[in-house]
């Protein structure tokens, strides 16, 4: 068997291509990029499927649910708070169902290394109360994906992969194997797929009638491994996807480890967890993100005679990332000897702006327009922009979720606040800023939106956008902006003073301006350079 | 056998080539191998890390536990000091004095590498100069990878050999350049 070096996302991705895809569609955000990244390479190469970056999470899963419907099997990947936004498509898919395979990827980020919340995607997998995977590693992930379309076409439901930071960018060989051919042309039943009452009832009715299957399903899993110590009872592990290593890791040199489950699908594996629970007295639950699996153990009133210890009574921190250091301390080992810290403060070194990126000179202009401005918001949101919270700019006063810097603005000004400003990225605002600009355009609302269009979307790596140029000039006019307070301004320090005057002018005036500021991001121009 | 490596630089100067380069060397080598590396906002001109694992057997973690690397690999020296708790006490820092300032702060030069001295072995090279006299400024990654192979526990042909199919498409002067920073990293490591 042929062995590759992948990334965790790439696994998963090369598994689905494997398992058949047909179609697959993501809008970019770390850690899941690199899934759709890779099948966009691979689709170029063989032109064998589809692979699209989509405009927003929620079309992106509607696409691939289309693909579903169609009878092929299809991907949707996103970073865990990709699936709120295609939250509404998700729950819904799982009372329509899905008719050919369908594999949802949601890349949780524990620790926030690029992100705003460490929420587990697991919830989302409970409260659809469909299949969901979990892997430990970079085969895990390639054979699990592959599983998944079989398994989603078994249940005729979506199957979601939760993958971590640690494992989506993560590298490793991964041995492949052939490829299946992909599936016919096959509609989805009317009666399934119309979610008229009558019918969703119905539906719901199959979701709850599988549930005790799925729970089969889980226990049978060749992926959760149980292994009891006899001689010693005291003490056992519960571990889940990446937490599971760093277990392995803490007792690699015992001879026998203590009793442990690795669990890697849900729902839960109960009648595994109940042969573990019974073997022993105490039970540590490690689990990267939430205590999902903790939190359901001990359910109101705990388990009578045992305890169970992880993040929410226990040695494990609620909040941040797992690490093998923490998850030994946990286990009670000693700490590694370490060479001491040097004793030199040691400055630190936050990520910034690149050299030469308009975003500096357009929060450079924007700061000189609101120089003496008293009580002034600027509301920002998701992208290299957002940087400009940092030293040298102190330029924005919010960052909440795509699309929030134009509507929390109209909020904010609704209720009296001037001058509002918003900024956002070209890519941004195609995903979700164009919803709320609409409504604001209708109310001629006092706020000043500047859209900082590089033609990327740069954080993640540089991926296709979607509002951009003079399309993004008709767009905003199309969504009923007055046409003389649509100004564009090309963010470089020789236009510092004319830029500056006519975001002063815009924010001067009582209702809606748009100021576009045009240039592309440096990164994507050294890319066509080189 | 096994090896466990932190790799450190700031975004944008090539760790991730580095690894690149021992990733493959450990598949062709029959090794097991697992590097997790840092994406997205962190490599915007910050602290970016790497940790690779090399082993013949089993690696759990993707992780390197404090305590349990064998090298720290850094392309800049402040970087270098920034994870000395992940080092064994007998430790080997291979790291670059080139200092990256992009921040206020930066402490003095000579005040970082005291402290990287005080490691009980280290290995400091000047990748800038050196890699100006491979051919290119921007081959000091592949300074610093040379400064390492020696105590690496990968076949330096097997080293060599991905070099080379990374930096082939890139024309004849980069490839050479890149394989005469290898040659300068490495007798620089040696004659330290």
Not at chain 2, 73 to 78: H, M, T
């Amino acid at each position: 068997m042929p062995r590759q070096i992948l990334l965790g996302d790439e696994a998963v991705a090369l598994g689905a291509v494997h398992a058949g895809l047909s179609a697959a569609y993501s809008y970019p955000g770390t850690p899941a990029s690199e899934v759709l990244e890779y099948l966009v390479r691979q689709a170029a190469e063989s032109k064998a499927f589809t692979a699209v970056w989509s405009v927003n999470e929620k079309t992106a899963y509607e696409e691939a649910l289309g693909a579903s419907f169609a009878g092929k099997r299809s991907l949707v990947s996103f970073k865990h708070v990709g699936l709120n936004v295609a939250a509404d498509p998700f729950m819904n898919s799982a009372i329509t169902g899905a008719n050919g395979g369908f594999l949802v990827v949601s890349a949780d980020d524990p620790g926030m290394h690029s992100s705003q919340n460490e929420q587990d995607s697991r919830y989302y997998v409970q409260f659809a109360q469909i299949p969901g995977y979990e892997p430990s590693d970079h085969q895990e992930a390639y054979d699990m994906a592959r599983e998944a379309y079989d398994v989603s076409e078994r249940f005729g439901l979506p199957v979601l992969m939760r993958l971590v930071t640690r494992l989506s960018h993560s590298r490793s060989a991964v041995e492949t194997r052939d490829a299946r051919a992909q599936n016919g042309l096959k509609k989805g039943a009317e009666k399934d797929w119309i979610l008229l009452p009558v019918n969703a009832r119905r539906r719901f009715v199959r979701l709850l009638d599988l549930q005790a299957e799925m729970t089969r399903f889980s226990e049978e899993s060749r992926f959760n491994i149980l292994r009891l110590n006899d001689r010693d009872r005291s003490f056992g592990v519960i571990a889940s996807g990446i937490a599971y290593n760093y277990f392995r890791e803490a007792v690699a040199s015992d001879a026998v480890p203590p009793s442990f489950l690795k669990v890697s699908t849900y729902p839960l594996p109960e009648k595994l967890i109940r042969e573990l629970v019974g073997h022993v007295g105490a039970i540590l639950v490690l689990e990267d993100g939430y205590p999902f699996i903790e939190r359901q153990l001990k359910g109101l009133f705990g388990i009578a005679g045992k305890t169970v210890l992880g993040k929410m009574s226990g040695p494990l921190p609620a909040s941040g990332e797992l690490t093998p250091d923490i998850v030994r301390r946990a286990l009670g080992r000693e700490p590694l000897a370490s060479l001491p810290a040097s004793g030199l403060p040691l400055a630190g070194r936050p990520p910034q702006l690149c050299v030469g990126c308009p975003h500096a000179d357009a929060f450079k202009a924007l700061n000189k327009a609101l120089e003496g401005v008293t009580g002034a918001s600027v509301f920002s949101d998701i992208g290299c922009y957002t940087l400009g919270a940092l030293p040298p700019y102190n330029a924005i006063h919010s960052c909440v979720c795509m699309g929030a810097s134009i509507s929390m603005a109209r909020g904010a000004s609704d209720v009296g606040l001037y001058p509002a400003v918003s900024v956002i990225g070209d890519s941004t605002f195609a995903h979700s800023g164009l919803t709320p600009l609409l409504g604001a355009a209708a109310a001629n609302t006092d706020m000043t939106v500047i859209i900082l269009d590089n033609a990327t979307t740069a954080m993640t790596g540089g991926q296709p956008t979607y509002g951009s140029g003079p399309g993004l000039l008709r767009l905003v006019e199309g969504l009923g902006v007055a046409k003389e307070h649509i100004r564009t301004i090309e963010p470089l320090p020789k236009h510092h003073d004319k830029n500056v005057q006519i975001i002063k002018d815009e924010i001067a005036y009582r209702g809606l301006s748009v100021v576009v500021a045009v240039r592309e991001c440096v990164q994507e121009q050294r890319k066509k350079r080189s | 056998m096994k090896q466990d490596i932190i790799l450190a630089g700031v975004g944008g100067q090539g760790i991730l080539s580095i690894a690149y380069v021992i990733d493959n060397a450990a598949l062709a080598d029959g090794l097991f191998f697992k590097q997790a590396e840092v994406h997205g906002m962190a490599q915007r001109g910050g602290a970016v890390q790497s940790h690779m694992r090399l082993s013949d057997g089993t690696i759990w973690s993707d992780l390197i536990p404090k305590g349990g690397a064998d090298m720290i690999l850094s392309v800049e020296p402040l970087e270098a000091l920034r994870y000395f708790d992940y080092l064994k006490p007998d430790g080997i820092v291979v790291t670059s004095s080139t200092p990256f300032r992009n921040i206020p702060d930066y402490p003095e030069v000579d005040k970082v590498l005291e402290a990287i001295r005080k490691a009980p072995r280290s290995v400091i090279v000047d990748s800038e100069k050196l890699a100006k006299e491979a051919g290119t400024v921007k081959a000091q990654n592949i300074v610093l990878l040379g400064a390492a192979s020696s105590f690496l526990i990968l076949k330096p042909e097997s080293l060599l050999k991905t070099i080379d199919d990374l930096f082939r498409g890139r024309g004849t002067p980069v490839l050479e350049a890149n394989l005469k920073a290898f040659d300068l990293g490495k007798s620089a490591a040696l004659g330290s």
